[in-house]
């Protein structure tokens, strides 16, 4: 265990405050155990998507921590549950772990958006560990698009009676360019070679 020092407790005060921030996304997935509220815009007037592959995606409510990190986050943030397709359109599969990015099935989606480079935007999979999920099945898949994602499963609990979920997210800047990889996007960003706006974009679904 660590000394009860003064300087490790400022270091565990720090370090939590750094985590908090990523954390955020869960609130953004709680929908999918719980009743969604009001529609909350998010805190700019950018246009909120209508779609996402061909599912019409309906705006949900902010959770009162994600309204006061919004405060602090230098970009927006909207959430949205992704309604089922219509008759006519690829029915949505079952999940199952690994499962493709261009399956159906996709739940919650969170839209993050920034205007400037932010070590604020963090990767998802950061805040699942954080909250004691296991991280496994790490890999690139292309949609039914041919964009590049960043999926992984997410587990928690018991095998057989915890929460599983499959976690995929991307980056996109003004001219398209995609991005897998928040470290990669920050360094294109800061560097001039990547130009915002940009929306970081993260779908989940139980599996």
């Not at 999920?133 to 590049?148: F, K, M, P, T, V």
């Not at 996007?185 to 706006?197: D, E, M, R, T």
Request: hydrophobic share 40%; net charge positive; glycine share 8%.
């Amino acid at each position: 265990m660590f000394e009860n020092s003064f300087v490790n407790r400022v270091l565990h005060k720090t370090l939590w405050v750094l985590l908090l921030p990523a954390c955020m996304l869960w609130n953004a997935f709680a929908v999918l155990s719980r009743p969604a509220g009001m529609p909350q815009q998010p805190s700019d007037s950018r246009e909120l998507p209508a779609q996402w592959q061909g599912a019409q995606l309906r705006p949900l409510a902010l959770s009162e921590f994600e309204q006061r990190f919004v405060r602090n986050f230098p970009g927006t943030l909207a959430r949205f549950a992704i309604e089922p397709q219509r008759a006519g359109t690829a029915p949505p599969e079952s999940g199952t772990a690994g499962e493709s990015i261009s399956a159906g099935g996709w739940k919650v989606l969170v839209q993050r958006g920034v205007d400037k480079p932010t070590r604020m935007l963090h990767p998802a999979a950061d805040c699942y560990r954080g909250l004691g999920y296991r991280i496994a099945a790490q890999q690139l898949e292309l949609d039914r698009q041919q964009q590049l994602w960043r999926c992984f499963d997410a587990a928690r609990g018991q095998a057989g009676s915890g929460q599983r979920l499959r976690v995929c997210e991307r980056i996109v800047d003004a001219k398209g360019q995609g991005f897998t990889d928040t470290s990669a996007w920050y360094w294109a960003a800061a560097l001039g070679q990547s130009q915002g706006p940009w929306q970081a974009i993260t779908v989940a679904r139980p599996l």
